[in-house]
């Protein structure tokens, strides 16, 4: 599977005084890209988190960011599945701009219930969904059910 994209534009809110990309602006961007491959791979958060009560919280981030990024800049960003474990799902990222790289980070999410806000193992639906968007290069990285 080929990483999953998708494009924003920067905007005011995004930016400090400079008009530079503010860093905790990209972690906000970020989630909302992480929300979008949700619903892209058909468990939208709503569902996830109302109705069937599976939280995906972050447990580890990592980001180094290589060049800046200005008000107005369109911004790509690709996401791509390296990991399913039994309870964790490992994404790498990598924003881009029009001149090249600007940040790449890796997160870990964790398969949550939002009863009693423990760790669970990813349901055979979404485990399914998600290894079907394993990146080729990692296929191997499917801890067992």
């Not at 009560?53 to 911004?75: A, Q």
């Not at 001149?99 to 423990?118: E, K, Y």
Request: contains cysteine.
């Amino acid at each position: 599977m080929t990483a999953l994209s998708f494009d924003r534009k920067l905007r005011f809110a995004d930016c400090d005084p400079s008009g530079i990309a503010y860093f905790p602006s990209y972690l906000n961007m970020l989630n909302g890209v992480v929300e979008d491959f949700w619903a892209g791979i058909g468990f939208p958060w709503p569902d996830l988190i109302t109705v069937r009560k599976i939280g995906t919280p972050t447990v580890h981030l990592t980001c180094d960011f290589s060049r800046p990024s200005m008000f107005g800049n369109l911004l790509t960003f690709k996401l791509r599945v390296g990991r399913v474990g039994r309870a964790s799902l490992h994404l790498a990222h990598v924003v881009s701009g029009a001149d090249g790289v600007r940040w790449r980070a890796r997160q870990i999410l964790a398969a949550t219930s939002l009863v009693d806000h423990h760790a669970i193992p990813w349901p055979d639906d979404i485990r399914a969904a998600l290894v079907a968007h394993l990146h080729a290069d990692e296929a191997t990285q499917v801890a067992p059910s």
